[in-house]
């Protein structure tokens, strides 16, 4: 329950049962120093016309650009303070944003197939490793027509040849 709830109950209490404050605030759950707190907030109408007075010159400024503007101008409010009276007067810039550019979706054509032998070629790198983990890679080369291989390429690494030995 919010204090001034609370607050309103305790003086419903002493109205009608005409009882302490310290028993009205006891039952209300409510401490005495609450009940007798009076809010010494100053006033924010410094505040609100510098405010309005940058907004209207500069209607794109946001909060954190104001509030520089207001502390070069020599104004020693708290952040928190020009930032509760900024959302208080509903000056949050809500610019749209652009939305992401959607690539236009394509039709799919279909793929020409060759005519004839050595009209296209396909390439591609493939790469393995024999038992005893030795990597190679091979250049491959296909005739699209027949999908037979046209060339084949072995692209080894890390051999060296010594006296009729080959070493990996």
Known sequence: ????????????????????????????????????????????????????????????WGMPKLFKRLRYQG???????????YKMLNLNLNLRRKGKRRVPTRIPE?????????????????????SYRHRFRTR??????NRQPSFLNTIQSNITIDDNHVWF
């Open 1 to 60: 329950m919010k204090t001034s709830r609370r607050r309103a109950w305790v003086e419903h209490l002493r109205a009608r049962f005409e009882v302490s404050v310290a028993f009205a605030c006891d039952v209300a759950g409510l401490g005495r120093s609450v009940y007798y707190y009076k809010c010494k907030r100053p006033s924010d109408d410094d505040v609100i016309d510098a405010l309005l007075a940058l907004v209207e010159r500069h209607p794109r």
């Open 75 to 85: 104004k020693v409010w708290n952040k928190k303070r020009v930032e509760r009276v």
């Open 110 to 130: 279909p793929l020409s197939e060759p005519s004839k032998h050595n009209d296209s070629w396909s390439m591609d790198f493939m790469s393995d490793a024999l």
């Open 140 to 145: 491959n080369v296909l005739d699209d027509y």
